[in-house]
C-alpha cells in the first residue's frame, strides 16, 4: 500500500472511529443524568475545542513546516482520548473528555488536509480522501446502535478507540515532506479577507444545516419513522458522498463552480426535506442532501487550495467556522421551533441557505 492509498484509508478508519460518538454521546449524557441545558454544554463542547484548536494547529503546521508529525501525533492523542470515554461515568468527566477530544481532533486536520493538496494532481486526492471519511461515517452509522444490544455505551467508546489506533499506526508509515515555512500572522485578517466570502456564506450555509439536522431525527419520528430506520436514514447521506466526492475530479467545472452548485443543491434539498410528506419520502432530500454536501464541501477546500499558500491555515479556518457553526445551529433551530413549530423551522432554514448563496455571490463580485 503506497502513501497515498494509507492516506484515504486512515482518512476512513478515523471517520469509522469517530462518527458513532455523535449519536450516541447525547443518549449517554442522558443516561447519566444530564439536564437538556448539561446536553447541550456537552455536545458544544467538543466543536467549541475543536474550533480553536483547528486554527491552531492548522497555523502551527505552516508556520513550522511540519506535517507528518502533527498527524502522528494529532491521531495518538485522539485514540488516548477516545479510550479514556470508557471512564466517564460522571456526567462532569464526560465534558471534560468530549473538551479534550475537541482538541485532539483539531491537530491532525489541517495539516492531513495541506498534505492530500501537496502535488498537482490535488483535485483526485483531496475528494478522495474527503469520500473515503463519509464512507467510514457511513459504516459508523450503521454499527453503533446495534452495538448497544450487546455493550454499554462505555464499552463501545472504547471499540470504536481501536481504528483510530490503527490510522494512528498507518500514519507513521506516511512519507515525510520537505516544506517550506510560512509566515502566518497570529491573527491572520489579510488571509480572512482575501476568503472573506467563502467564509462567511459556508458559515451560514452550515449553521442552518445544523439547525435542521439537530432536528432531523425527531422530524423523521413526526413523519412515522420507526427508531431503528434512523441510523440507517443518516447513513445513507455520507454513502452518496463516498461516491459523488471520488467522482468529482471528472468534472471540468471550475472549483468556485462546484462550490456554487454545492450551495444550491444543498438548499433544494432542504426545501424537499420540509416538504417531506413521510419518512419514505425523506430518501430523496438525503441523497440530494449527499450530493449537495460533496459538492460544497470539496469545492470549499479547492477554492482555499487554489487561492492560498496557507493551506494548512485556510483549511483549519474552514473547519474552524464549521464547528462553531455546530454550537449556533441547533440554538437557532431550537428557537424557530418554540417560535414557528419544526416543519416551519425547516422552511425557515432552508430560506437562510439560500440567503448565504447570494451573500457569497454578491460578496464574490466586489
Known amino acids: 500500500m503506497d502513501s497515498l492509498d494509507l492516506k484515504y484509508f486512515i482518512s476512513f478508519l478515523v471517520g469509522l472511529g469517530t462518527s458513532p460518538l455523535f449519536i450516541l454521546i447525547p443518549l449517554y449524557a442522558k443516561e447519566l443524568g444530564a439536564t437538556d441545558m448539561m446536553l447541550s454544554v456537552v455536545v458544544a463542547s467538543f466543536f467549541a475545542a475543536s474550533m480553536l484548536s483547528y486554527f491552531i494547529f492548522g497555523r502551527y503546521s505552516d508556520v513550522r513546516a511540519v506535517r507528518k508529525a502533527l498527524v502522528v501525533a494529532g491521531l495518538l492523542l485522539l485514540t488516548i482520548t477516545l479510550a479514556l470515554h470508557y471512564f466517564a461515568n460522571t456526567i462532569d468527566f464526560l465534558l471534560l473528555i468530549r473538551f479534550i477530544s475537541g482538541i485532539t481532533a483539531g491537530v491532525y486536520t489541517g495539516p492531513m488536509l495541506a498534505y492530500m493538496s ?29 452495538l448497544l444490544k450487546y455493550f454499554s455505551f462505555t464499552e463501545i467508546f472504547s471499540i470504536f478507540s481501536i481504528p483510530v489506533f490503527i490510522a494512528f499506526l498507518l500514519s507513521t508509515q506516511t512519507k515525510k515532506e520537505k516544506l517550506e515555512r510560512i509566515e502566518v500572522p497570529l491573527i491572520p485578517i489579510a488571509l480572512i479577507k482575501r476568503n472573506f466570502s467563502l467564509y462567511t456564506s459556508f458559515f451560514i450555509r452550515h449553521i442552518s444545516a ?87 464541501s470539496v469545492g470549499a477546500n479547492l477554492v482555499l487550495i487554489e487561492r492560498n499558500i496557507e493551506k494548512a491555515t485556510v483549511t483549519g479556518l474552514l473547519w474552524g467556522i464549521s464547528s462553531l457553526a455546530l454550537i449556533i445551529g441547533p440554538i437557532m433551530g431550537g428557537a424557530l421551533v418554540v417560535s414557528f413549530g419544526l416543519r416551519e423551522m425547516i422552511f425557515v432554514a432552508s430560506a437562510i441557505s439560500f440567503f448565504a448563496l447570494v451573500i457569497e455571490v454578491l460578496l464574490k463580485k466586489k
Open 118 to 146: 501537496a502535488n498537482k494532481e490535488y483535485r483526485t486526492h483531496l475528494s478522495s480522501f474527503y469520500g473515503f471519511g463519509s464512507l467510514g461515517w457511513a459504516f459508523g452509522f450503521f454499527i453503533c446502535t446495534s
Open 210 to 296: 445544523h439547525a435542521i439536522f439537530a432536528f432531523l431525527p425527531i422530524f423523521l419520528l413526526f413523519l412515522g419513522a420507526p427508531k431503528e430506520l434512523i441510523g440507517p436514514l443518516f447513513a445513507l447521506n455520507p454513502i452518496v458522498q463516498f461516491f459523488v466526492m471520488n467522482s468529482i475530479p471528472k468534472l471540468k467545472w471550475g472549483s468556485r463552480a462546484i462550490f456554487r452548485a454545492g450551495f444550491l443543491l444543498s438548499t433544494i434539498s432542504f426545501f424537499v426535506v420540509a416538504l417531506s410528506p413521510n419518512y419514505y419520502f425523506i430518501l430523496i432530500p438525503m441523497v440530494l442532501i449527499g450530493i449537495g454536501w460533496s459538492f460544497l
